[in-house]
């Protein structure tokens, strides 16, 4: 079976979105690719009580707005990201193993397990 690749542009795009959401004053308590195993993917996780605050829609559309602005050959797609709580259990498991603080970490997060639930790979750019 072929495994889907982290790029490093996806890598630099999710980087440059996070310091974005920062900048636009978005409170994002995790940013994070995780790889989806079962579908083949990576998937942008961003991670804010936003998100349970006024709900997932109003932030697809704050980032979509800031995608729109950023570089062509730097450009996510809004399918590739995935809004969630700060407290979903995803973010509550990688929180147990790894915090960055407020700045902005690269940290690759591979072939491990958390309280006994296998995480195959991931990149960390925050976890709070």
Do not use: C
Request: proline share 3%.
């Amino acid at each position: 079976m072929f495994v889907e690749i982290l790029t490093d542009k996806m890598i630099s795009s999710g980087k440059e979105l996070t310091i974005l959401l920062d900048k636009a004053q978005v409170k994002v308590k995790a940013s994070l690719w995780i790889y989806e195993m079962d579908l083949n993917i990576w998937r942008l996780i961003i991670a804010s009580p936003e998100v349970r605050v006024f709900g997932p829609k109003k932030l697809y559309k704050r980032i979509q707005s800031i995608i729109s602005k950023m570089p062509e050959d730097n450009k996510l797609v809004l399918k590739d990201i995935a809004v969630v709580d700060d407290i979903h259990p995803l973010v509550i498991l990688l929180r147990k193993a790894v915090k960055t603080g407020r700045t902005i970490s690269e940290i690759r997060f591979s072939r491990n397990a958390i309280n006994g639930v296998f995480i195959e790979d991931a990149y960390i750019y925050r976890i709070t």
